[in-house]
């Protein structure tokens, strides 16, 4: 089970501390957890899972190293056009926070039918907003083993 997280480069306290939780979270229910690898909330989400053993994927847009915390860094070289590939990459996504590349995240992931759970984000149709990262986490955790029994089946 893959999770995406969605957030800003640059986070407050209130962002980096949920993401740090959804984090650690993430990797206590055994998923991997895929970002754009950079600052903010990529990088306090990768830290928490880190802190607890998880697996951290990020897909960053240019030829760098991402944040301390990635396991695996996969640079794309496609600026904000990674942002597809973070989005097609989880079986549901957590959003934080965020900006515009936040909502483009949002946007993809609903456009293909990946659930979208958030805190603190964009107020739009298909996000279910969370109050706290344990209740987006596991929204998300259920909604990734629905999609996953419905694409193997019985």
């Known amino acids: 089970m893959q999770l995406a997280v969605a957030g800003g480069a640059e986070a407050n306290r209130n962002e980096y501390t949920a993401a740090y939780a ?4 993430i990797a206590e229910n055994g998923a991997v957890l895929v970002c754009g690898g950079l600052g903010g909330v990529m990088e306090a989400a990768c830290r ?9 994927i990020g897909i960053i847009s240019g030829t760098g190293d ?4 990635l396991g695996i860094v996969i640079r ?3 600026g904000h056009g990674r942002n597809v590939l973070v989005a097609q990459s989880g079986d549901a996504l957590i ?3 965020g900006s515009y590349g936040t909502l483009s995240e949002i946007a993809i992931a609903l456009k293909i039918g990946c659930p979208v759970y958030g805190l603190s984000t964009w ?3 298909g996000v279910v907003p969370c109050k706290t990262p344990e209740e987006a986490v596991n929204l998300a955790v259920d909604a990734a083993r629905a999609r996953s029994s419905a694409r193997t089946g019985p």
């Open 22 to 25: 959804v984090g650690r979270l």
């Open 48 to 56: 928490g899972a880190r802190d607890k053993g998880g697996t951290t």
């Open 66 to 69: 991402g944040n301390a915390y």
């Open 76 to 78: 794309t070289g496609l």
């Open 95 to 97: 959003a934080i926070g």
């Open 123 to 125: 107020k739009i149709e």
